[in-house]
């Protein structure tokens, strides 16, 4: 089992930055591969970056490419998502996930393991 934690969620003006961090339980956190989405009302969760368990293949949305970035810290059993340039469009709750499958790295049904979630709310 996997448990995760998200932080680092809060109100920001348009074009300001956040960072929020995934805190991950066990010992094995290295061999994930890590994913971070977000859900708005109405619509579906949807991936907005993701980074294997060596960080050697990272995604990006397009609409957050340029402005996120994703890292992880495996020494720490963390992983970060920079966000800069924020727009009232990147509202959202966002949610880090887990998972063993590093073929589907966008697909919310990839993921195994996800946290309870992080409000994220950009003023216009």
């Known amino acids: 089992q996997v448990q995760l934690v998200e932080s680092g969620g809060g109100l920001v003006q348009a074009g300001g930055s956040l960072r929020l961090s995934c805190a991950a339980s066990?010992?094995?956190?290295?061999?994930?591969?890590m994913g971070w989405f977000r859900q708005t009302p109405g619509k579906e969760r949807e991936s907005v970056a993701a980074?294997?368990?060596?960080?050697?293949?990272?995604y990006y949305a397009d609409s957050v490419k340029g402005r996120f970035t994703i890292a992880r810290d495996n020494g720490k059993n963390t992983v970060y998502l920079q966000m800069n340039s924020l727009k009232p469009e990147d509202t959202a709750i966002y949610y880090c996930?887990?998972?063993?499958?590093?073929?589907?790295?966008?697909?919310?049904?990839?993921?195994?393991?996800w946290g309870q979630g992080t409000q994220v709310t950009v003023s216009s």
């Open positions: 980074v294997t368990w060596n960080g050697g293949r990272i």
């Open positions: 066990g010992r094995t956190f290295s061999s994930y591969n």
């Open positions: 996930a887990a998972t063993r499958d590093s073929s589907r790295l966008t697909a919310r049904n990839a993921y195994d393991y």
